[in-house]
């Protein structure tokens, strides 16, 4: 009993911890990668080839590429869906019942993920060797929302995590051929996570643990029949921002002038969220008895930190220029998913819960061309290949229902003269459905089904040179 109490918490702040991202945009996991108009447009395969300061994201080193002075801002517009189909969802008790609610809607929910960079070449330093970046983006972002009483609302409602990252950087010309770089990263984090609390099931475990329920038992407070939507509760968990800091560097090496190969490593960054569970619907009688039973976490407003860990990454990218015209360029990235193997919350009432995670570490891949048709004009198109990091169908929940995705990339460039250009990208995601079996910790139910995903994003980016 006091495990099941705990784990109520626990999975709020645990779920909140762990769902640092997009469920259905973006690289696969929790992490948003589309900090560049340009790379979107050739699924990120083109990191090699420089072509503006979002280097500053994915190898400070090609800094050095650029020239002057520029500055660049974009928006993406990342537009998932991810539908939901119940395919046998259950009540932990009594056993083999079904666990009733429609299919919860579209969850996905259309989003702006915005970034700005700049560049400039520093001419006092090494006679313009060196060069100064500075980005501001998010690395990682969340939103998805069900409908009310739908039949996952024990696992999740509404979902959204957002971040902010300012990323200063530093590169250096050491020759000809050999560039390095490095940044700083200052990262913060807000979230906010909602989910329904079946009082039912909750007052039925009670009083079966031998603990009295005032008012005449779970009869007598309307608390008998498990799944009961009418008599849930519901948990609004915000998180508070917390500032933490991480560090990326990369080397950009150029064997012969129409190839240039970069390597790039970003840090892991580790936050800790704060958060207090904010309830609405609950049974007073309920919230006595849990309030009252030491060591259970109270069915009350709560505070708890939850201490998280974004994973380390790691990137290969290769750009050759094949004529004046064509180029091909690939990329080949590993993230360290394999952090998250569990997570601990640590409540203000002395209690702790543990969920376990079990993620992977993943690889992307992906390749692309560029075409060049003449001195205005630069085209782009690439494929990409994302490995989910989520292990199986039981650590797959509906706030992140990721699975494996295929990149289908096109984009466009077109310069109005020396100082403005402008660029565009469209890029669909093919996901692979994601199958749900996933045990809510609480009370044992299990969401069972299976969901139709995939994802459409564009992005516009203006770069004015000074």
């Not at 009594?94 to 666990?99: D, E, R, S, V, Y």
């Not at 660029?423 to 459905?433: E, G, P, W």
Request: charged residues 15%.
């Amino acid at each position: 009993m006091r495990r099941m109490a705990a784990g109520r918490y626990g999975r709020w702040l645990v779920v909140c911890a762990s769902a640092l991202g997009s469920t259905a945009a973006g690289a696969a996991g929790f992490a948003l990668l589309e900090q560049s108009v340009k790379g979107l447009g050739a699924a990120f395969s083109n990191s090699a080839a420089v072509e503006d300061a979002s280097t500053v994201f994915f190898n400070p080193a090609g800094l050095t590429e650029l020239r002057g002075t520029q500055i660049q801002a974009a928006g993406h517009v990342i537009a998932p869906s991810a539908t939901f189909r119940d395919g046998g969802s259950a009540l932990s008790a009594p056993p083999g019942a079904a666990l009733t609610g429609p299919n919860g809607g579209e969850a996905g929910v259309v989003a702006l993920a915005p970034n700005l960079y700049l560049h400039h070449q520093i001419e006092s330093w090494g006679n313009g060797r060196a060069h100064f970046g500075f980005g501001i983006n998010a690395p990682f972002a969340l939103k998805t929302d069900y409908d009310e009483g739908w039949v996952g609302r024990y696992h999740a409602l509404t979902s959204s995590v957002r971040t902010l990252n300012f990323n200063p950087s530093l590169s250096y010309e050491l020759s000809n051929r050999l560039s390095i770089g490095a940044g700083v990263s200052a990262q913060r984090i807000d979230a906010r996570l909602t989910k329904a609390i079946d009082q039912s099931t909750l007052c039925l475990g009670l009083a079966g643990a031998g603990i009295p329920i005032p008012n005449g038992g779970c009869a007598g407070n309307g608390l008998v029949m498990p799944g009961n939507a009418a008599a849930d509760a519901n948990s609004d968990l915000r998180g508070a921002r917390d500032w933490s800091f991480g560090w990326n560097a990369g080397v950009l090496w150029k064997p012969w002038p129409s190839t240039r190969v970069g390597l790039h490593y970003r840090s892991k960054i580790s936050h800790e969220l704060e958060g207090d569970a904010v309830l609405s619907g609950v049974n007073p009688n309920l919230a006595a008895v849990t309030v009252a039973v030491p060591g259970v976490t109270g069915l009350v407003n709560q505070a708890g930190t939850a201490k998280i860990t974004l994973p380390e990454s790691a990137s290969l990218h290769v750009y050759h220029a094949l004529n004046d015209r064509w180029a091909v360029h690939g990329d080949i990235s590993w993230t360290r998913w394999s952090r998250f193997q569990e997570l601990t919350v640590n409540f203000a009432d002395g209690t702790r819960s543990t969920d376990p995670q079990d993620w992977d570490n993943s690889l992307r891949y992906s390749g692309g061309v560029t075409f060049r048709p003449d001195s205005k004009w630069t085209l782009r198109a690439g494929l990409g290949f994302d490995e989910s990091p989520i292990p199986s169908a039981t650590r797959r929940t509906p706030r992140i229902p990721d699975e494996d995705r295929t990149w289908v990339s096109i984009g466009a460039s077109y310069e109005w003269n020396d100082r403005w250009s402008v660029d565009a990208a469209f890029t669909h995601l093919f996901v692979d459905d994601p199958e749900v079996r996933n045990v809510e910790t609480t009370t044992g139910h299990v969401l069972v089904g299976r969901y139709e995903a995939e994802v459409d994003m564009g992005a516009v980016q203006v770069i004015y040179r000074f």
